[in-house]
């Protein structure tokens, strides 16, 4: 017996005309065993750090794989396959929206919270269908500061969409991002650009003409009163609801 990763070979002899065989416990996939493949994939797309997963499974006594091959196999296989099926649905999504015009959110997140973060992805949704059309990575390098990243990724999404794939965009939904309104602002201002209302109910706690907010929540501590953190919740629920009622109206007329 001979294992390789998950994979089980025995060699079988038979001892009166000394015909052998090979038996295996799963199929090879291009010189790999489809169970080795098949484990690395589970772990690259759901995000599991190899690490910890493969100590588990040694501590269960399960067959298993070093993490030097999980990361061939995500070098060679998964992320090419990963970027091939991408790709496909991708140029399939822009090409079934390519003569309607485009109702975009845009979003970024970085990988680690603060303004310290490498990395940073930028996606553009359609909220007409709630599917994802494109993303854009940025690292920090690439820009002044993990700060820009966000309008970078924004830059370089607009850029590919509409020159690259010619789409036309109608409007788009964003965080209260200073760096990207100015942007919008001067580089597209054919573009309806908006503000997401989740972001204007939040900003109004800050603001100073919403001091209620403030007011509410120190007396709710003094008195241990549970009611008043709930009339808080409502006042904030009634302005996002307001500016629901807003933007409708101003998008029917």
């Known amino acids: 017996m001979k294992p390789v990763g998950s994979l089980i070979s025995i060699l079988q002899e038979c001892a009166k005309c000394g015909h052998r065989r090979k038996w295996t416990s ?28 493969l100590r588990t499974m040694q501590h269960f006594g399960c067959l298993t794989f070093s993490k030097k091959t999980y990361f061939k196999h995500q070098k060679k296989t998964l992320m090419p396959a990963v970027k091939t099926v991408w790709t496909r649905r991708q140029t399939q999504l822009l090409e079934d929206h390519k ?3 485009l109702g975009l959110g845009g979003d970024g ?18 909220v ?24 970078a990724g924004l830059e370089r999404g607009l850029s590919f969409l509409t020159n690259e794939k010619k789409m036309t965009i109608e409007g788009i939904v964003t965080d209260r991002h200073k760096s990207v309104a100015k942007f919008m602002r001067e580089k597209y201002p054919e573009v309806s650009h908006r503000w997401d209302i989740w ?6 706690h800050n603001n100073s003409y919403f001091c209620i907010f403030d007011w509410l929540q120190n007396l709710s501590k003094l ?5 008043i953190l709930v ?4 006042i904030s629920h009634r302005i996002t609801f307001s500016l629901c009622v807003r933007l409708l109206y101003s998008l029917a007329l």
Do not use: W
Not at 40 to 45: D, R, T
């Open 99 to 101: 003569d309607e015009p």
């Open 128 to 151: 007409a269908t709630n599917k994802i059309l494109h993303l854009e990575l940025v690292q920090s390098n690439e820009v002044s500061g993990s700060y820009h990243m966000e309008k």
């Open 223 to 227: 008195c241990e009163l549970k009611k």
């Open 26 to 53: 799963q199929p090879y996939i291009s010189h790999t065993p489809a169970g080795n493949l098949f484990l690395s994939a589970a772990m690259l797309f759901s995000g599991v750090g190899p690490t910890k997963f």
């Open 231 to 234: 009339i808080r919740k409502n």
């Open 199 to 204: 972001h204007v109910s939040k900003g109004a």
């Open 109 to 126: 997140r970085c990988d680690t919270p603060g303004h310290s973060a490498k990395y940073g992805t930028y996606t553009f949704l359609n």
